[in-house]
């Protein structure tokens, strides 16, 4: 298995402090919702399948000693811990997503006893964490298809076990791929300003056994000009309905550049990263983060403050163009994509009616 990032245990939810990573492989143990949200929000948890995860049990541990003894109070209590872990980070849509589903659920089983109606928060939770995981094994598996034995990929960010419930999304693929015998080799982009490539997919993969090579985010079209790379695999936060996907900063620039050595650009998600109730990527909320992420590295400061200002965008637009395909758990989807990611969602309603 490739890494045990999130999980439920012993009536807590499990993480592996990401921020600590690789110098120290820590489990922290979150018993209630305020300290989900911190971990949310600084990056302890992170990468949005796993976010989706994080606030399902978020939510739950937020309503598990609610007092309410009616439905509607009950629900009062809920709607208010939703909103809250709301406000912990605005661009993957997973965490959004997993909320409403969450109330989805409350108010599907409404008629119970208050206890059943938080146990069967908990055993949805639960849900979540299996189909991501299901998820993670099935994109995996539509991605491996797309790379021949020996072949050389560049991914941005992480998008690994660590951001997910096991297997990630882009990462998934190299995993599956390895698993049936592929010897496959991964370039990581370092991942300016928190490192999530240097530390974050550099480690899972060496702990997995995968050959993997960091290199400078500035580094990447040269490699591509000496045709070191064969495919990009990254994943994303949130794909609109155009294709148009936000994913972690600078992975637009390793599209164009990708666009420009006729490199295939593939984006691996699950559909729970899709947000189709929006157009284009111009309508996806990006984060701003602290300036200290970029000014300083474990508190100690690395370039001037005095006088220089910072801008610290977590994220990235990059628009549908420059994408080759979408590897889901539904399978791959090729332009037009207005069209095709339309059709299956449309599918997807009719099969649940
Ligand atoms: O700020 P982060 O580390 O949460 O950003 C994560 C990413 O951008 C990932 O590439 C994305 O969430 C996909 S993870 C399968």
């Known amino acids: 298995m490739p890494v045990d990032s999130i999980c439920w245990k ?23 919702i305020r300290d989900m949200w911190e971990a949310i929000r600084h990056l302890r948890v992170r990468g949005a399948p796993a976010l989706g995860i994080a606030a399902a049990y978020g939510l739950y541990l937020g309503i598990r000693d609610s007092k309410s003894s009616t439905f509607s109070s009950f629900m009062k209590d809920l709607n208010q811990a939703a909103d809250y872990l709301k406000t912990s980070r605005p661009t993957a849509i997973n965490l959004f997503w997993a909320l409403e589903r969450m109330k989805q659920k409350a108010e599907d089983v409404s008629h119970l006893p208050i206890a059943s109606i938080k146990q069967s928060l908990l055993d949805e939770a639960h849900r979540i964490w299996k189909e991501d995981y299901e998820a993670g094994v099935a994109m995996g598996d539509a991605g491996a298809a797309l790379i021949p034995d020996g072949a050389s990929i560049l991914t941005h960010c992480n998008a690994g076990g660590l951001a997910s419930a096991s297997y990630g999304s882009a990462l998934a693929v ?5 698993e049936s015998g592929k010897k496959i080799k991964v370039y990581a982009d370092e991942t ?3 490192l ?12 997995n056994k995968i050959p993997v090579t960091v290199i400078c ?25 155009s294709g148009d996907f936000a994913n972690k900063i600078g992975t637009y620039s390793v599209a164009v550049l ?14 729970s990263s899709f947000d189709i109730s929006i157009k284009t990527g111009g309508e996806i909320p990006i984060e701003e983060r602290p300036h200290e992420e970029i000014q300083c590295w474990r508190g100690r400061q690395i370039i001037p403050t005095a006088g220089v200002d910072v801008f610290n965008p977590a ?3 990059t628009p549908h163009g420059y994408v080759t395909a979408f590897v889901t758990e539904k399978g791959v989807i090729n332009p037009p994509y207005h069209r095709t990611i339309n059709r299956l969602f449309r599918s997807l309603h009719d099969v649940k009616k």
Not at 10 to 32: S, V
């Open 192 to 194: 300016r300003p928190l």
């Open 10 to 32: 012993a009536g807590a939810c499990r993480i592996i402090d990401q921020t600590l990573l690789p110098e120290k492989l820590r489990y922290l143990k979150l018993t209630n």
């Open 174 to 178: 190299v995993y599956r791929a390895a």
């Open 196 to 207: 999530q490539g240097a530390r974050l997919t550099a480690w899972e993969l060496s702990m």
């Open 258 to 271: 990708a666009h420009a050595h006729r490199i295939p650009f593939y984006v691996v998600a699950p559909l």
């Open 217 to 241: 985010d500035n580094m990447a079209g040269y490699l591509m000009s000496l045709k070191k790379i064969d495919a990009v695999f990254v994943g994303a936060d949130r794909i609109t309905a």
């Open 315 to 317: 994220f990235d637009v």
